[in-house]
């Protein structure tokens, strides 16, 4: 093999195995349980050259296969741990890979993969100060350097900084969702705090290209060009449309008070430095490999919107792209193609664009579903609804089925009118205006505070449908602040708005038709066709979504959209 990663299931190692395998090398991935295959299929790796092997660090390694390049991307990255458990994998498992790779006949290099944090390290580190994870990363900074000269191991040691990009969910990522929803009054640190990032990307590329250079030289592996923490913070919430705090705290002061109050880990608060680091050599070696750190803050902001997406790690995104766009000057959560989508869905409440998931699961062409303006993950917009679904449909070059539901079907209908050359035909889903009124309890004062509170289950039970990942999605937006307020608000409607709505009928040029459940009926005849659902109620998209689909499609063949 050219080349083996332990720690190959973990956030850096699979993507290092991923790079690897990209440029055609034979890998043996290091793993006590293998999930690493299934996540290289799902991000279209080829397994050629891939063998996956059986190993635990924190115990003496052998037979393993005869390698040329080592990398250790083993590490236990968490907070809390206790110091045994922490020296285990990141002290004595690190130890354990130098003296096997002291072993190899065709051995080039050794990479070991260490912290930003450990310039500072100087004889034995303080475990009760530091806490165990950082401690650690410490001590086995300096014993893998030692043992790796007393065995005449070619090594090389790279020290990234916070590193981000998909699927990582902790360390700042924590600090983000702590952002997203409303629970960071103040922020940590100083004006001067330096947090710097590097991207996975960047960092992957980086060590492919190190057994290849010279031995003997250690890289911090950052971006200089990281803003310091409050304007980082401050980015990320203008893409996100949420407010950024004020505000902030010394790590001093969050170290003497009580966690309880503050909501601080502990052993977060060392990395809260205005230190800079030693950058030079690395710098040096991106030049002369042609490697170039992507702009940081165009980074942080497609970190961003992978965590929202994944809901910072406790799910998965539905479809991509996905992402923050600026909408009739808003921040607007969009799902799917914005340029030629066959189809264009509109959510109900108290829904977000993933309500769609089940139902663009059976549909042929792109799809895009947006969330609504100070709903789901979309920031209040300044113009009316109206504007902002004039200007989502800006950029679409096609002529899709414009779908909606429920309260939207108000907003649909009057672009429908203004705008008939750009659609193919008009899908009206448990139009709201044309059924009964909601019950009085959801259009009641109290309404905002329940639905706030609302666990998804009871949710489920409420709107009839079953508790799956659409329904986990809309209460999580739920819980965020001003969202239940402005669904509550939408909810109590307006006798005269549906009045207009039902005027608008008439005076639609492309063809419509209604899908309704057969428990959620219209509340007369409206002269349209209307498709009813046995057995659905207000959410066929939930109940039946292969039908609903169904019924788009030959509502799309009969208009040629």
């Known amino acids: 093999m050219d080349a083996i990663v332990f720690g190959a299931t973990g956030f850096i190692g699979r993507s290092l195995v991923a790079e690897l395998l990209t440029r055609g090398q034979r890998v043996a991935a290091a793993v006590r349980n293998d999930t690493l295959t299934p996540w290289l299929a799902s991000q279209g790796v080829g397994l050629r050259g891939l063998e996956i092997v059986t190993a635990d660090i924190t115990r003496p390694l052998a037979e393993l296969p005869d390698v040329r390049d080592v990398y250790n991307a083993a590490a236990r990255f968490a907070f809390g741990l206790s110091e045994r458990d922490a020296r285990a994998v990141n002290v004595t498992g690190a130890l354990n890979v130098v003296e096997w790779a002291a072993t190899l006949p065709r051995l080039r290099r050794l990479v070991h ?15 009760a100060g530091l806490g165990a994870y950082e401690a650690s990363k410490l001590e086995a900074d300096l014993a893998v350097r030692a043992r790796a000269e007393a065995l005449s191991v070619p090594l090389t040691v790279a020290n990234p900084s ?146 929202v997406a994944a809901r910072f790690g406790s799910a998965a995104p539905w479809q991509s792209p996905y992402g923050f766009h600026t909408v009739a000057g808003a921040p607007t959560w969009v799902t799917g193609d914005r340029h030629r989508p066959s189809h264009v869905l509109l959510h109900g409440l108290p829904m977000n664009g993933d309500l769609w998931r089940p139902v663009a699961a059976h549909l042929p062409g792109p799809v895009l579903a947006p969330d609504l303006p100070g709903l789901g993950r979309s920031a209040p917009s300044p113009s009316t609804t109206d504007v902002w679904l004039a200007d989502l449909m800006g950029p ?12 939207a079907c108000g907003a649909a209908l009057r672009f429908a009118v203004r705008h008939p050359d750009r659609l193919g035909g008009l899908v009206l889903v448990s139009p709201a205006f044309l059924q009964a009124p909601a019950p009085r309890l959801a259009r009641s004062a109290a309404a905002a505070p329940m639905l706030r509170r609302m666990p998804p289950p009871r949710l489920a039970r409420t709107l009839g449908v079953p508790d799956g990942p659409e329904v986990r999605s809309a209460a999580a937006d739920l819980r965020r602040p001003g969202v239940a307020r402005r669904v509550a608000a939408a909810l109590r409607g307006d006798a005269a708005a549906r009045r207009e709505w039902r005027a608008l009928l008439d005076r639609v040029a492309v063809p419509v038709r209604i899908v309704v459940g057969s428990a959620d009926p219209l509340t007369g005849p409206v002269g349209i066709p209307v498709d009813e659902i046995a057995g659905a109620g207000h959410y066929p998209q939930l109940t039946h979504p292969a039908q609903v689909a169904r019924l788009l499609r030959t509502a799309a063949a009969a208009t040629g959209a």
């Open 113 to 127: 993969i260490s912290g930003y944090r450990v310039s500072a390290a100087d004889g034995h580190p303080d475990y």
């Open 396 to 407: 679409v070059q096609t002529r899709p089925v414009l779908v909606a539901h429920s309260l």
């Open 162 to 307: 916070t590193v981000i990009g998909p699927g990582q969910y902790i360390g700042l990522a924590t600090l983000v969702e702590d952002l997203w929803n409303g629970r960071l009054p103040a922020l940590p640190g100083g004006s001067d705090t330096f947090l710097p990032v590097t991207t996975i990307d960047y960092l992957v590329r980086f060590l492919a290209e190190i057994p290849g250079s010279p031995a003997g030289e250690h890289y911090w592996v950052l971006d200089d060009d990281t803003p310091l923490l409050p304007d980082l913070i401050g980015t990320m919430a203008a893409h996100m449309g949420v407010r950024a705090p004020r505000r902030t705290v010394p790590a001093g002061l969050l170290r003497r008070l009580p966690r309880r109050l503050t909501g601080a880990d502990p052993e977060t608060l060392s990395f809260l430095s205005a230190d800079r680091y030693p950058t030079a050599s690395a710098d040096a070696f991106a030049a002369r490999t042609g490697l170039e750190t992507p702009p940081v803050t165009e980074a942080l902001r497609t970190w961003a919107d992978d965590l």
